[in-house]
């Protein structure tokens, strides 16, 4: 990939980053975005075996809740799509059942945030279940989406082309994503959006870079920027493998 393309991180984090991608045309970047946000398997519960509920809430309405909750997922090759991982949670009220109270038996699937309440316990309620966690497909289910915020931008190249006309009031152009100044990588948050900040009295051009894209990833912690990223180019070119050799035949 490296030889075709070229990769420069904008922002770097483990669940939020924004990377530059030359090189690739509009519907090759709209594959990678599906492709993050819909061939990428993470862990999540999928059944519920409540012991004891008597909070004000329907099982039903619980397992959806404890379905919600991120879960680390594993390295590639570790579970399968048949494997099941158990989690076990027991909170007894006057309490607030947070998903760190979910006890997993495998340390490689844990709660990705310990914080994310599911419900609050009033005295002498009771909340007590053994919860299923599987690997599946967010193509297949929301739940299993690791990307909750997944979209791309054209870089915009700005160059300055003179001052603006002596007494011309000056106007707001409002721009977002990332521009490129003189080589430079900008984002546009560190002047509000507004050009009219970053070259007050100056008129200048934006245009878009062809074939050169910035995406933001945000991921809900199941897998980090750059798995979610690296997995889902895998199975772009997996797909592209297998439509090769059935033209072959």
Not at 85 to 99: F, K, N, Q
Not at 211 to 227: K, P
Request: proline residues 5%; glycine residues 8%; hydrophobic residues 40%.
């Amino acid at each position: 990939m490296s030889e075709e393309y070229d990769v420069e991180f904008v922002e770097h984090g483990e669940r939020e980053a924004r990377f530059l991608v030359r090189g690739i045309s509009p519907g090759f970047a709209n594959g990678i975005r599906r492709a993050m946000v819909a061939d990428v398997p993470t862990m999540a519960i999928d059944t519920v075996r409540f012991i004891e509920n008597s909070s004000v809430m329907f099982d039903e309405q619980l397992a959806l809740r404890l379905g919600l909750v991120p879960l680390t997922t594993p390295p590639e090759g570790e579970f399968g799509e048949d494997d099941t991982v158990t989690l076990s949670i027991d909170v007894e009220g006057p309490a607030t059942a947070y998903s760190g109270d979910l006890v997993s038996e495998d340390d490689l699937v844990q709660p990705a945030d310990e914080n994310v309440p599911i419900i609050e316990l009033k005295e002498d309620q009771r909340l007590e279940a053994e919860a299923d966690a599987v690997l599946d497909h967010g193509k297949d289910h929301a739940k299993h989406q690791g990307g909750v915020a997944i979209g791309y931008r054209h870089l915009q190249r700005v160059e300055v082309v003179g001052d603006l006309p002596e007494f011309e009031d000056e106007e707001s152009r409002i721009v977002r994503g990332v521009i490129e100044d003189d080589g430079e990588l900008v984002p546009t948050s560190e002047f509000d959006h507004d050009l009219s900040n970053r070259y007050p009295g100056k008129e200048v051009e934006v245009e878009d870079v062809p074939n050169a894209f910035v995406f933001h990833v945000e991921t809900d912690g199941s897998l980090d920027v750059e798995e979610l990223v690296t997995r889902a180019a895998d199975s772009i070119e997996a797909r592209a493998t297998d439509l090769e050799e059935a033209v072959q035949l």
